[in-house]
């Protein structure tokens, strides 16, 4: 089960779970949730109203 990350505040992010950078910052709004789709292998963001926008990004190490 994938641990999603509840936003408290409008976050601007660049990177997911301390190792997933994205190719874009993604702005995630305050109580929208966040993480990573490990069987996509992209960060997700649950937009609140039924939404999740997928992003593009990379593991690093």
């Given at each position: 089960m994938a641990r999603?990350?509840?936003?408290?505040?409008?976050?601007?992010?660049d990177t997911v779970?301390?190792?997933f950078h994205l190719d874009e910052p993604?702005?995630?709004g305050?109580?929208?949730a966040y993480r990573v789709d490990?069987?996509?292998?992209?960060?997700?963001?649950?937009r609140g109203d039924g939404r999740v926008?997928?992003?593009v990004?990379?593991?690093c190490r």
């Open positions: 999603h990350t509840i936003a408290d505040r409008l976050l601007l992010v779970d301390r190792w993604t702005f995630i305050a109580g929208q490990r069987s996509a292998d992209e960060p997700c963001v649950d926008s997928r992003h990004g990379a593991m």
